[in-house]
């Protein structure tokens, strides 16, 4: 008979497993709560994934995840002014959701503790696969958050802005969206943080009504004593159109996860990433996206910058199912890399069951060309700022593809900010 000893665990699988005993009277949820998180932290008793698990080939949680912060009840830490002007801000200060909150016409908000509480969010407690491993963590820990629903047919006249804030210690935050039939909405999602070691969780779930429009931002820019793993689901339904802009331009270990159906006819989804990497960091963004039904389209258009010792991961897997005819799906990834020491994995794919489809996708790896930094530099801009002008153009493609001059402004002022300390 063959045994096979479960190995040893981490401190840090020890330290996630000893915090939920110690938590779970604190924690929000009827029954059927309970239940989702009994069997959430059953899947963290199993180990945290490794290289072993495909989906973190290149990202082996057990090996980086070497700590686990204990929480810290007392740390306080602020709203910050929105990355746009005028946009309604829904804060989340470390973990705790705000009971007073901006009036925003055709948009009802209420605070996940009171959903946790009468189960209304349990189905959506359920991981999306046997690998996750974020899904599991958030579920297990979550206390609060908010669930947006928005109005069919409202038409938002200010963004909405949802900042998740933490100030070290863990922190574990859920947003919920609902988008009505026929509305039009920009969101954009903040993580962000500050002080001594911190373990952020973040999962945000997001269903769109047919014919629906929007804009979804997430700009991360932890701290660099943070880890933040972080997942973004979404159901596009018929007509309906989803932008997803990611910016990472923080943290110490970074997971992004991406996951998106289409659930209608003529569902349109469009992804474009800026990774901005630096120092000793690793910055992992994965993406499975399932075109379900005939006749949806979707490009990725993911840019990478790497400096110093960073290392980047982009994984994208489009799934087109059998009876999605006609699906148009395009993804590519491009990295610029800065220095000798920093590296970048990226890893395509494509499953394709249908046989009349348009699909496609590429990989590209380069060195900033030294003819262009020459050509700049022959006309007195020093070094410094001639390689920040080609690194803005490398990403500003991307940028202004958003087509709202007030989010191109306000991306690349950040772009710019990041550059002037990294560069």
């Not at 997803?244 to 992804?271: H, I, P, S, W, Y």
Request: glycine share 10%; hydrophobic share 40%; net charge negative.
């Amino acid at each position: 008979m063959n045994m096979h000893a479960q190995p040893q665990r981490t401190l840090a699988e020890t330290a996630l497993i000893d915090a939920f005993g110690e938590r779970l009277s604190l924690l929000p949820g009827d029954g059927a709560v309970m239940v989702k998180r009994d069997d959430a932290i059953e899947a963290i008793k199993h180990g945290l994934p490794t290289r072993r698990v495909e989906s973190w080939h290149y990202t082996d949680l057990r090996r980086l995840l070497t700590s686990v912060p204990a929480f810290e009840a007392g740390a306080v830490t602020k709203t910050l002014a929105p990355v746009l002007e005028g946009s309604a801000v829904l804060p989340v200060l470390n973990g705790v959701s705000q009971t007073k909150l901006p009036e925003i016409g055709g948009v009802t908000v209420q605070r996940l503790s009171e959903k946790l509480t009468d189960g209304s969010v349990a189905p959506g407690l359920d991981p999306y696969g046997s690998d996750d491993a974020i899904g599991a963590l958030n579920t297990a820990f979550v206390a609060d958050g908010y669930f947006v629903d928005i109005a069919d047919g409202a038409e938002l006249e200010m963004p909405i802005e949802l900042q998740n804030l933490q100030a070290g210690g863990q922190s574990h935050v859920r947003l919920l969206a609902r988008v009505g039939a026929g509305a039009k909405a920009v969101v954009v999602e903040r993580q962000a943080g500050e002080g001594d070691e911190a373990l952020a969780s973040s999962v945000s779930q997001l269903m769109i009504g047919d014919g629906a429009e929007v804009t979804w931002l997430i700009v991360q820019e932890q701290p660099d004593t943070a880890t933040h793993l972080a997942q973004f689901k979404a159901h596009i339904g018929k007509d309906a159109k989803l932008t997803l802009f990611v910016m990472n331009a923080g943290g110490r270990l970074v997971r992004q996860e991406v996951v998106v159906r289409t659930t209608g006819e003529g569902a349109d989804f469009k992804l474009r990433g800026i990774n901005l990497l630096a120092g000793d960091t690793h910055t992992d963004v994965t993406m499975v996206l399932d075109h379900a039904v005939p006749h949806t389209t979707s490009t990725e258009v993911i840019r990478n910058v790497v400096t110093g010792k960073a290392r980047g991961v982009f994984q994208g897997r489009i799934n087109v199912h059998q009876y999605a005819q006609k699906t148009n799906a395009k993804m590519a990834c491009n990295t610029l890399l800065l220095s000798d020491d920093g590296e970048f994995s990226t890893k395509p794919e494509l499953e394709i069951f249908a046989d009349d489809v348009v699909c496609g996708h590429g990989a590209t790896v380069t060195e900033i060309d030294h003819d262009h930094l020459f050509y700049l530099m022959a006309r007195g801009i020093d070094e410094k700022s001639a390689r920040g002008l080609l690194v803005k153009a490398f990403v500003a493609e991307v940028i202004e593809e958003l087509d709202d001059e007030a989010l191109v402004e306000a991306l690349e002022a950040r772009l710019d900010g990041w550059f002037s300390t990294h560069g």
